[in-house]
């Protein structure tokens, strides 16, 4: 997993509450047996006419806003099944962090496990990053994971909560498996202690 530090980049205003699993990748990708070209199908069920062509008003498909890192979401966002390839999704595309009023439970765990960066603000400072986006799309909005600080052009700074645990994980770029790894000799100390 790619270590998540600190991130400087534009954003996407998706102005959409509870945006569910199945909306963020819908069920005919999931056959893939890689997370790569993920991408392709994110949002698709918005994102495309039926005929494979790009909905020129989808925001995603929008020139100005190519190359964004972060997400910016309304409320409830990741809702539905347990998927993973929602967050696969995401990542492939080239998101490193979603901004949102509040997530599902179980998008946001696996968000932290696979290194999207879930980051929870008000919903009035949702709203104000939505305006601020859509008027200068090249706004860069800075988000430091250390300092678990949401930082604006203006010096306008926000903070947001994450477990410690978790936070440590994405500083180092591990999962769950990895952590535990990166453990062992200290692991195999303690049993060397241990043993009768």
């Not at 980049?9 to 509870?18: F, G, H, I, K, S």
């Not at 100005?64 to 990741?78: D, K, P, S, T, W």
């Not at 410690?164 to 990895?178: A, N, S, V, W, Y």
Request: glycine share 8%.
């Amino acid at each position: 997993m790619q270590p998540f530090t600190a991130l400087s980049a534009a954003a996407v205003p998706l102005r959409m509450e509870n945006v569910d699993t199945d909306q963020i990748i819908p069920a005919r990708y999931l056959t893939a047996v890689t997370k790569d070209g993920m991408g392709a199908g994110l949002f698709s069920w918005i994102r495309y006419h039926p005929d494979g062509t790009p909905k020129a008003d989808f925001v995603l498909n929008q020139p100005e806003y190519q190359g964004a890192r972060i997400l910016i979401a309304g409320r409830n966002f990741g809702s539905g099944s347990s998927r993973e390839h929602a967050v696969w999704a995401l990542t492939d595309y080239g998101f490193r962090c979603v901004i949102s009023p509040g997530f599902a439970d179980i998008f946001y765990n696996n968000s932290l496990k696979n290194g999207l960066l879930p980051v929870t603000l008000a919903e009035e400072v949702v709203a104000m990053l939505w305006d601020l986006v859509e008027e200068e799309p090249a706004t860069t909005i800075q988000v430091d994971l250390r300092s678990q600080t949401v930082t604006l052009p203006d010096g306008q700074q926000h903070s947001f909560a994450i477990d410690p645990f978790r936070k440590i994980c994405l500083l180092e770029g591990l999962d769950d498996l990895g952590y535990i790894s990166s453990k062992e000799a200290e692991i195999v100390a303690y049993e060397a202690r241990s043993a009768y």
